[in-house]
């Protein structure tokens, strides 16, 4: 009976350090996209989100990779650039003729 309290006390322990371990790993991975939200956020003057740090970063990618990589196959380099353009209307912010509605009127 001994051994019975014994386990019940350990697994509450063991699920504690599992969770300490994964908010550490995932605070680990996710700063450093953290830093550029905010890096962004200061550069365009407004907060950016998450979602739209990954899309700047994910047009940064294409970029290079359109930009400065060169391919033995014109099709190949064609895709990349396409991928790139795609990857620009993603990020772009869409507005919508209420928010310059609103802008104007200073709302």
Not at 7 to 24: E, F, G, M, N, Y
Not at 43 to 63: D, K, N, W
């Amino acid at each position: 009976m001994a051994s019975n309290i014994t386990l019940q006390h350990k697994a509450p322990i063991a699920t504690t350090s599992l969770r300490a371990l994964v908010k550490s790993t995932k605070k680990a991975v996710t700063s450093p996209f953290e830093w550029l939200r905010q890096y962004y956020s200061s550069i365009l003057g407004s907060e950016v989100t998450m979602r739209q740090t990954l899309r700047y970063l994910h047009a940064q990618v294409a970029f290079v990779m359109a930009a400065f990589f060169t391919y033995d196959s014109l099709l190949v380099h064609a895709a990349v650039f396409v991928w790139f353009i795609v990857t620009l209307v993603i990020a772009a912010p869409h507005h919508s003729p209420d928010d310059e509605l609103s802008d104007a009127q200073g709302k």
